[in-house]
């Protein structure tokens, strides 16, 4: 049962355009989301987050969008950079548990 | 921001031998550390919550005497993989939770890969 889902495998962009990452969550009680960029054979490194009272929140090039009644959360990178390049997951939580459930990741390819 | 170590990177065993993993909070107290297990182009999987001075929390189909966790400071989390095989092969990544921060943040170790051949 897959509670958080991130179903673009990979994302290609050039240099300077906008990056979009989706990501969908079936559990309603999911009440924060985060979003983690990590390289391979290292730790996650937090992006940036938002709690389900809000539905945008942005820090520098990063914006992320949360639409509670289609279950479905987007983050923005503008404009991006070819060091953005990474995999990005996404992660949802309910505040009972403080648990993170993590999406499947997408790996983003920002080309010069 | 919060930093979380973990030691070692890398371990590479024989079938049948125990390995430990630590997960070490440098600037911050951490009441709950968790334990993430990552497969090749796979999500992060988590295995167990592990709580300061008390048992730790297993998720399902996680076999808690297989992957013994200890939290026996308030900033130092132990993972023992016991009579470790080759299906355990695996990247294993902690987290902390800084209590001043937002309780749902949680701050990753950079990972330990770990190869029982």
């Known amino acids: 049962d897959q509670q958080v889902k991130q179903n673009s495998p990979s994302l290609s962009v050039q240099e300077g355009r906008i990056s979009i990452l989706n990501c969908d969550y079936t559990?309603?009680?999911?009440?924060?989301f985060l979003w983690y960029k990590k390289y391979p054979a290292e730790g996650p490194t937090f992006l940036i987050s938002?709690?389900?009272?809000?539905d945008k929140n942005e820090d520098g090039r990063f914006t992320v969008f949360l639409n509670k009644s289609a279950k479905h959360l987007s983050l923005h990178i503008v404009p991006s950079q070819p060091g953005d390049s990474a995999v990005y997951f996404c992660?949802?939580?309910?505040?009972?548990?403080?648990?993170?459930?993590f999406g499947q990741g997408t790996t983003l390819q920002v080309k010069p | 921001g919060a930093v979380v170590s973990q030691h070692p990177s890398r371990v590479i065993c024989k079938s049948g031998t125990s390995v430990k993993i630590e997960c070490r909070s440098l600037d911050f107290q951490a009441t709950t550390m968790f334990w993430y297990r990552q497969f090749p182009k796979k999500s992060l999987m988590l295995m167990a919550t592990?709580?300061?001075?008390?048992?730790?929390?297993?998720e399902q189909g996680v076999e808690k005497d297989k992957f013994l966790i200890n939290h026996a400071s308030l900033t130092l989390s132990t993972l023992t993989v016991t009579s470790a095989h080759p299906e355990d092969s695996s990247f294993y990544i902690c987290s902390a939770r800084d209590e001043s921060g937002h309780y749902n943040e949680q701050f990753f170790g950079p990972g330990t890969r770990l190869t029982v051949l």
């Open positions: 592990s709580n300061e001075g008390s048992k730790a929390t297993y």
């Open positions: 992660a949802a939580s309910d505040s009972n548990t403080g648990k993170l459930i």
């Open positions: 938002i709690s389900s009272i809000k």
């Open positions: 559990n309603s009680m999911f009440d924060y």
